[in-house]
């Protein structure tokens, strides 16, 4: 089978290095440099793949994907574009695009997302009514963000587990919840924290009780998966979880059913599970701490958040972004920050990430009288 494909750019000389690239693998290939050839060229070519630049003479790539789905519905579309932003690649993916890769075009890391691409069978209508959003917690231009950034949109097109893993204060909650907040869920987003309550009590609080099924337990209480309904479920630090706890959880995941403490009846849910950690489920298996099954059973989309020793490049970006919101709580202007100061941030190793970052930057703005930090 020949693939038919479109590219969109108007950089004539990666136009042309793209065209040989593809054409040498067998692909019919056409070539536009603006929105609207392209527009006409897709309707009369039906094209397979689209590569799609963002920045282009007479408009933006990404407000041409609708029109371009519109009228050539079975194209798939990866974007292309010099500009690393989180919340540009959410909305291009939100909006139909089935990747997003930034400029300079590495060949390996094109060749493999339309290798993906190409091979994707549908299985439903993505959604495309959801707004972007700002991502006020979540920023960055790494390459590494901008990976999650994508994972977090395709992650919300379907409700398939998740599994967060990254260091602590890396943000994975603030992922989870962003994944909730685009997936249009009707129920609420529910968390709950396996490290932080104890076996016997949080039995209780994931599955529920029924009265008198414990000192204490004066009236029924309906447990974490009940409350998430319709929604989603966030469970954190799911590598700490008791053995007898993975057992019930993963009857849970299998039969969409819990039974709860004092009750012999299995009452039905619905919840979308994410889970994070900061440890290797597997390896835990490996040595008899976790369950194997279950780790394959959570380990279903996989979303891996850097720590932040590893995209220094976006440090600078946070301290401006973190510094106006402690700022906005205090009911401050957030003042300047002195160059010394972000190169000594840049070169601290930041053990505890983000949320480190984000408490050195409130004690710096609290003690700072005038001027910069």
């Given at each position: 089978m020949t693939h038919k494909l479109l590219i969109i750019e108007d950089d004539s000389s990666l136009s042309q290095m793209l065209t040989l690239h593809f054409e040498d693998q067998g692909m019919e290939v056409q070539v536009a440099h603006d929105c609207r050839t392209a527009l006409r060229q897709a309707e009369s070519l039906q094209p397979d793949l689209i590569l799609l630049d963002q920045q282009l003479p007479d408009g933006l790539g990404n407000e041409q994907i609708p029109r371009l789905l519109a009228i050539s519905p079975a194209s798939r579309i990866i974007m292309m574009t010099g500009v690393h932003d989180l919340e540009l690649a959410i909305q291009a993916i939100q909006d139909g695009a089935a990747d997003f890769i930034h400029k300079p075009v590495k060949t390996s890391i094109l060749q493999a997302a339309v290798d993906k691409a190409l091979a994707y069978t549908p299985t439903a209508a993505p959604t495309q009514d959801q707004p972007a959003q700002q991502i006020r917690e979540l920023i960055g231009r790494s390459d590494a963000m901008l990976e999650v950034s994508k994972q977090i949109a395709l992650s919300a097109q379907s409700k398939a587990t998740v599994l967060i893993t990254g260091e602590s204060g890396t943000g994975k909650e603030i992922v989870a919840r962003l994944i909730h907040q685009y997936s249009g869920?009707?129920?609420?987003?529910?968390?709950?924290?396996?490290?932080?309550?104890?076996?016997?009590?949080?039995?209780?609080?994931l599955f529920g009780?029924?009265?008198?099924?414990?000192?204490?337990?004066?009236?029924?209480?309906?447990?974490?998966?009940?409350?998430?309904?319709?929604?989603?479920?966030?469970?954190?630090?799911?590598?700490?979880?008791?053995?007898q706890l993975q057992a019930k959880l993963l009857r849970a995941l299998q039969e969409q059913v819990v039974e709860p403490v004092g009750s012999n009846l299995a009452v039905a849910v619905n919840a979308r599970i994410i889970a994070a950690t900061h440890r290797d489920l597997f390896e835990a298996a490996r040595e008899d701490k976790f369950r194997e099954d279950l780790a394959y059973r959570l380990d279903v989309v996989h979303i891996h958040l850097p720590p932040l020793r590893e995209r220094r490049e976006d440090i600078p970006l946070l301290v401006a972004a973190l510094l106006a919101r402690a700022a906005g709580k205090m009911e401050r202007t957030a003042p300047p920050?002195?160059?010394?100061?972000?190169?000594?941030?840049?070169?601290?190793?930041?053990?505890?990430?983000?949320?480190?970052?984000?408490?050195?930057?409130?004690?710096?703005?609290?003690?700072?009288?005038?001027?910069?930090?």
């Amino acid at each position: 089978m020949t693939h038919k494909l479109l590219i969109i750019e108007d950089d004539s000389s990666l136009s042309q290095m793209l065209t040989l690239h593809f054409e040498d693998q067998g692909m019919e290939v056409q070539v536009a440099h603006d929105c609207r050839t392209a527009l006409r060229q897709a309707e009369s070519l039906q094209p397979d793949l689209i590569l799609l630049d963002q920045q282009l003479p007479d408009g933006l790539g990404n407000e041409q994907i609708p029109r371009l789905l519109a009228i050539s519905p079975a194209s798939r579309i990866i974007m292309m574009t010099g500009v690393h932003d989180l919340e540009l690649a959410i909305q291009a993916i939100q909006d139909g695009a089935a990747d997003f890769i930034h400029k300079p075009v590495k060949t390996s890391i094109l060749q493999a997302a339309v290798d993906k691409a190409l091979a994707y069978t549908p299985t439903a209508a993505p959604t495309q009514d959801q707004p972007a959003q700002q991502i006020r917690e979540l920023i960055g231009r790494s390459d590494a963000m901008l990976e999650v950034s994508k994972q977090i949109a395709l992650s919300a097109q379907s409700k398939a587990t998740v599994l967060i893993t990254g260091e602590s204060g890396t943000g994975k909650e603030i992922v989870a919840r962003l994944i909730h907040q685009y997936s249009g869920l009707p129920g609420e987003f529910v968390a709950i924290n396996c490290a932080a309550i104890v076996d016997t009590l949080l039995e209780s609080e994931l599955f529920g009780h029924e009265k008198g099924a414990f000192t204490g337990a004066t009236s029924s209480k309906p447990g974490r998966f009940q409350q998430a309904q319709d929604g989603t479920l966030f469970l954190d630090e799911i590598g700490e979880l008791a053995p007898q706890l993975q057992a019930k959880l993963l009857r849970a995941l299998q039969e969409q059913v819990v039974e709860p403490v004092g009750s012999n009846l299995a009452v039905a849910v619905n919840a979308r599970i994410i889970a994070a950690t900061h440890r290797d489920l597997f390896e835990a298996a490996r040595e008899d701490k976790f369950r194997e099954d279950l780790a394959y059973r959570l380990d279903v989309v996989h979303i891996h958040l850097p720590p932040l020793r590893e995209r220094r490049e976006d440090i600078p970006l946070l301290v401006a972004a973190l510094l106006a919101r402690a700022a906005g709580k205090m009911e401050r202007t957030a003042p300047p920050v002195d160059p010394q100061a972000i190169d000594l941030l840049l070169h601290h190793d930041w053990p505890g990430n983000v949320r480190e970052l984000e408490n050195v930057l409130t004690q710096a703005l609290v003690q700072a009288r005038e001027g910069a930090i």
